[in-house]
């Protein structure tokens, strides 16, 4: 097994963030793990999963000297959860969806319509695929900075399509990190950075409205009243082409709601079998013809939401896109020209074509193949979804995406993949694979996505192959840490029981461990965990981050309630069991308060708690999105202060985590939980087994104090 470059950068602490292991291909092919096998099916609220009994080969992982963790050894004895993977792409990266649209990577949920591509007679096609699973995780990114600007935040591992074919972002010349990766210069595949969207707001709906009525109007003006006016003496505006689209109709009733004018969209009469619906918009009784004219009207000085605005009408009444050519015709002059100025001035390559003999009908075409049409389409936002599709296109170089730089931040940071049909996806316009990341899987020729969520890892033999090892005359007795990669009493673990045969057999070595959980199934153990503790050194712990049950119904709803690890802490001092307590996240606004706090740690106390260790919020790219997303739905008064305290990155600010780490220390203090006699050292601290520092600090602290977490 190998550890990911796992130092972190910054003072404040994320012990279980740089939990991310991966596995590293051995002689045997598969990770040192053999002869998988079915299991039980193991009940769980987000449905059912299944256990894939495999036979390990090594069982005691080694972490590299360089990771930013208080422990050298690691047993793992399941694969299978959400802190297990090797991931890729920062949550901010948008991903171009099946319609056309792009939406953030963070964002993307299993069931989308996403493009890939596929292999067509030699050469790559776009082609939509379906979205079959998605994860996070925290690992050391990098950023990729491309010829035309774009630039791409990912992990070490991640591969993109390149002309040389699938290349790594990082690698070695080499040893065991040989691989081909990229370098300066070489050029990725894929179609370029994705434009803006338009904001939506009133001068883009006026545009719009201008573009769609204008464009789509018979002859004689925009908007007419057709073949009668309604008994009710709302107006009528007939669109011949445009609204025979849904999308657009509803786009235009909407357009006109936003301005005030109430409008429905309706179909006044059948259409012949062979030709399409026509659809109508009706307004509202008394809106006159001056206030439509008055919406409609050409500016005098457009704005660029306007121009976006109303391009994307007139495409929608008057444009097409067949193979791979995406036009804007109309025998009105007025629109042309206006079509023509709009798309200089977002500096789109077009030509206009003189007016056809029959028609008499204009053509504004845009050049530049398949990068300028997303760029088009992606800036003007057209509602008609048939026109925006790139099926079948071919996926061609561009010397736009060569890379002009790779960094490598040094930092550990949220980022996110998926799984696919096709096996990639077009992230900020180039084509990226789906991670291998959950490799321990594909190993056994499981797939990474659904696989991984629904077939969990055992292994079975963990606790003889433990005893194997331990008795190794190469075997120095370091400390093992568990609970470090996955939880090691999870769901599959009331049915196994690997933890007692792990921990006798570390027991009858007289090794010293640890065990990090939120579950209460360690009660299980607890005769086994005091056997233990009697002849080596027993490290346990739990985290809360506060009492407040509405908080965690909705910021940990899977976990247990907060009373009942505390429960844990109680139940585990009563047997003399030191058990310590991580106080996190602890969230500004939420959890924060002089009495929030002083409540925490005096429960904390009272369950006799060893120490306690408090950690703040931070919020790295992509973690930062889904938080504030759900800081507004849920708390929306709190979003200006989020923004202010993590406006300069992930940490909030010195002074604010000085003062929330001293309100801490001080309901430590008078709570028992530091020594006032001794330099505020934590009660119950004993060395490390290993003569190294404590695991994790308060992030926040003056004068060198320190809360430990676990030794």
Same mark, same amino acid.
């Given at each position: 097994?190998?550890?990911?470059?796992?130092?972190?950068?910054?003072?404040?602490?994320?012990?279980?963030?740089?939990?991310?292991?991966?596995?590293?291909?051995?002689?045997?092919?598969?990770?040192?793990?053999?002869?998988?096998?079915?299991?039980?099916?193991?009940?769980?609220?987000?449905?059912?999963?299944?256990?894939?009994?495999?036979?390990?080969?090594?069982?005691?992982?080694?972490?590299?000297?360089?990771?930013?963790?208080?422990?050298?050894?690691?047993?793992?004895?399941?694969?299978?959860?959400?802190?297990?993977?090797?991931?890729?792409?920062?949550?901010?990266?948008?991903?171009?969806?099946?319609?056309?649209?792009?939406?953030?990577?963070?964002?993307?949920?299993?069931?989308?319509?996403?493009?890939?591509?596929?292999?067509?007679?030699?050469?790559?096609? &776009?082609?939509?695929?379906?979205?079959?699973?998605?994860?996070?995780?925290?690992?050391?990114?990098?950023?990729?900075?491309?010829?035309?600007?774009?630039?791409?935040?990912?992990?070490?591992?991640?591969?993109?399509?390149?002309?040389?074919?699938?290349? &790594?972002?990082?690698?070695?010349?080499?040893?065991?990190?040989?691989?081909?990766?990229?370098?300066?210069?070489?050029?990725?595949?894929?179609?370029?950075?994705?434009?803006?969207?338009?904001?939506?707001?009133?001068?883009?709906?006026?545009? &719009?409205?201008?573009?769609?009525?204008?464009?789509?109007?018979?002859?004689?003006?925009?908007?007419?009243?057709?073949?009668?006016?309604?008994?009710?003496?709302?107006?009528?505006?007939?669109?011949?082409?445009?609204?025979?689209?849904?999308?657009?109709?509803?786009?235009?009733?909407?357009?006109?709601?936003?301005?005030?004018?109430?409008?429905?969209?309706?179909?006044?009469?059948?259409?012949?079998?062979?030709?399409?619906?026509?659809?109508?918009?009706?307004?509202? /009784?008394?809106?006159?013809?001056?206030?439509?004219?008055?919406?409609?009207?050409?500016?005098?000085?457009?704005?660029?939401?306007?121009?976006?605005?109303?391009?994307?009408?007139?495409?929608?009444?008057?444009?097409?896109?067949?193979?791979?050519?995406?036009?804007?015709?109309?025998?009105?002059?007025?629109?042309?020209?206006?079509?023509?100025?709009?798309?200089?001035?977002?500096?789109?390559?077009?030509?206009?074509?003189?007016?056809?003999?029959?028609?008499?009908?204009?053509?504004?075409?845009?050049?530049?193949?398949?990068?300028?049409?997303?760029?088009?389409?992606?800036?003007?936002?057209?509602?008609?979804?048939?026109?925006?599709?790139?099926?079948?296109?071919?996926?061609?170089?561009?010397?736009?995406?060569?890379?002009?730089?790779?960094?490598?931040?040094?930092?550990?940071?949220?980022?996110?993949?998926?799984?696919?049909?096709?096996?990639?996806?077009?992230?900020?316009?180039?084509?990226?694979?789906?991670?291998?990341?959950?490799?321990?899987?594909?190993?056994?020729?499981?797939?990474?996505?659904?696989?991984?969520?629904?077939?969990?890892?055992?292994?079975?033999?963990?606790?003889?192959?433990?005893?194997?090892?331990?008795?190794?005359?190469?075997?120095?007795?370091?400390?093992?840490?568990?609970?470090?990669?996955?939880?090691?009493?999870?769901?599959?673990?009331?049915?196994?029981?690997?933890?007692?045969?792990?921990?006798?057999?570390?027991?009858?070595?007289?090794?010293?461990?640890?065990?990090?959980?939120?579950?209460?199934?360690?009660?299980?153990?607890?005769?086994?965990?005091?056997?233990?503790?009697?002849?080596?050194?027993?490290?346990?712990?739990?985290?809360?981050?506060?009492?407040?049950?509405?908080?965690?119904?909705?910021?940990?709803?899977?976990?247990?309630?907060?009373?009942?690890?505390?429960?844990?802490?109680?139940?585990?001092?009563?047997?003399?069991?030191?058990?310590?307590?991580?106080?996190?996240?602890?969230?500004?606004?939420?959890?924060?308060?002089?009495? /929030?706090?002083?409540?925490?740690?005096?429960?904390?106390?009272?369950?006799?708690?060893?120490?306690?260790?408090?950690?703040?919020?931070?919020?790295?790219?992509?973690?930062?999105?889904?938080?504030?997303?759900?800081?507004?739905?849920? &708390?929306?008064?709190?979003?200006?202060?989020?923004?202010?305290?993590?406006?300069?990155?992930?940490?909030?600010?010195?002074?604010?985590?000085?003062?929330?780490?001293?309100?801490?220390?001080?309901?430590?203090?008078?709570?028992?939980?530091?020594?006032?006699?001794?330099?505020?050292?934590?009660?119950?601290?004993?060395?490390?087994?290993?003569?190294?520092?404590?695991?994790?600090?308060?992030?926040?602290?003056?004068?060198?104090?320190?809360?430990?977490?676990? /030794?």
């Amino acid at each position: 097994m190998r550890w990911e470059s796992l130092r972190d950068q910054h003072d404040e602490p994320a012990l279980f963030e740089r939990a991310d292991v991966a596995p590293e291909p051995s002689g045997t092919g598969r990770a040192g793990l053999a002869d998988p096998g079915p299991g039980p099916v193991l009940g769980g609220d987000g449905g059912d999963a299944v256990a894939v009994e495999i036979r390990a080969r090594s069982i005691i992982n080694r972490v590299p000297g360089e990771a930013a963790v208080p422990f050298r050894w690691t047993v793992n004895p399941y694969r299978g959860c959400s802190h297990a993977c090797v991931y890729c792409l920062s949550g901010d990266t948008p991903i171009l969806m099946a319609d056309g649209r792009t939406r953030p990577l963070a964002e993307i949920r299993v069931g989308d319509r996403i493009y890939g591509t596929r292999r067509a007679g030699g050469r790559r096609r &776009y082609t939509p695929t379906t979205v079959q699973a998605h994860w996070t995780t925290v690992k050391r990114a990098y950023r990729i900075t491309l010829a035309d600007g774009t630039v791409l935040v990912a992990s070490g591992d991640h591969r993109f399509l390149t002309g040389r074919g699938w290349t &790594y972002v990082a690698g070695g010349a080499s040893g065991h990190r040989r691989r081909p990766h990229l370098t300066e210069g070489t050029g990725l595949l894929g179609t370029g950075r994705y434009a803006d969207p338009p904001e939506g707001a009133g001068a883009y709906r006026r545009g &719009y409205l201008c573009g769609i009525l204008r464009g789509d109007a018979p002859p004689g003006g925009f908007g007419h009243p057709g073949t009668g006016r309604p008994a009710d003496g709302a107006r009528v505006f007939r669109l011949r082409r445009a609204l025979a689209d849904g999308e657009a109709a509803d786009r235009a009733a909407g357009c006109l709601a936003g301005l005030g004018v109430s409008a429905v969209r309706f179909d006044p009469a059948a259409a012949p079998e062979n030709r399409r619906a026509i659809t109508a918009i009706r307004t509202a /009784q008394g809106t006159s013809s001056e206030r439509m004219s008055e919406i409609v009207e050409w500016p005098v000085a457009p704005c660029d939401e306007w121009r976006k605005g109303f391009l994307a009408g007139a495409f929608d009444a008057e444009g097409d896109c067949s193979e791979g050519v995406l036009r804007i015709s109309s025998a009105d002059s007025e629109i042309i020209a206006a079509v023509g100025l709009s798309m200089k001035h977002f500096g789109f390559e077009h030509t206009v074509e003189e007016p056809a003999a029959v028609s008499g009908a204009q053509v504004v075409r845009l050049t530049g193949g398949l990068r300028e049409r997303l760029r088009f389409l992606q800036t003007t936002d057209p509602a008609i979804t048939r026109k925006r599709g790139i099926d079948d296109a071919a996926l061609e170089s561009d010397p736009r995406l060569d890379v002009v730089s790779i960094e490598d931040t040094g930092e550990l940071r949220t980022l996110y993949d998926i799984t696919t049909g096709t096996g990639d996806f077009l992230a900020n316009g180039v084509v990226s694979h789906n991670c291998f990341a959950r490799r321990t899987h594909e190993y056994l020729d499981l797939d990474s996505g659904h696989d991984f969520d629904s077939k969990i890892m055992v292994k079975v033999n963990a606790g003889e192959l433990l005893r194997r090892e331990l008795a190794n005359p190469r075997w120095a007795g370091e400390p093992i840490a568990m609970g470090t990669n996955t939880d090691p009493y999870q769901r599959a673990e009331g049915r196994y029981r690997l933890m007692p045969q792990i921990i006798a057999a570390l027991r009858d070595f007289a090794n010293p461990f640890s065990v990090l959980t939120k579950g209460r199934l360690i009660l299980r153990d607890l005769d086994l965990l005091e056997q233990a503790a009697r002849v080596t050194d027993v490290g346990l712990a739990v985290s809360v981050g506060s009492l407040d049950e509405d908080v965690w119904r909705t910021v940990e709803p899977g976990t247990p309630r907060p009373a009942s690890r505390l429960d844990v802490v109680r139940r585990c001092a009563d047997r003399g069991l030191s058990c310590s307590v991580l106080m996190a996240p602890i969230l500004p606004g939420l959890t924060d308060s002089a009495e /929030q706090i002083e409540a925490t740690v005096a429960a904390i106390a009272e369950s006799g708690a060893a120490n306690v260790t408090p950690i703040l919020l931070h919020l790295r790219p992509g973690a930062r999105e889904w938080y504030m997303r759900w800081l507004a739905r849920e &708390y929306p008064h709190l979003v200006p202060r989020y923004r202010e305290l993590y406006r300069r990155g992930a940490y909030a600010p010195k002074p604010y985590r000085d003062l929330v780490g001293a309100r801490v220390r001080d309901a430590a203090r008078r709570h028992g939980l530091l020594r006032p006699d001794s330099g505020d050292t934590p009660r119950h601290r004993p060395a490390p087994a290993d003569g190294s520092a404590s695991a994790v600090s308060d992030g926040g602290r003056a004068g060198g104090e320190q809360l430990t977490l676990l /030794q």
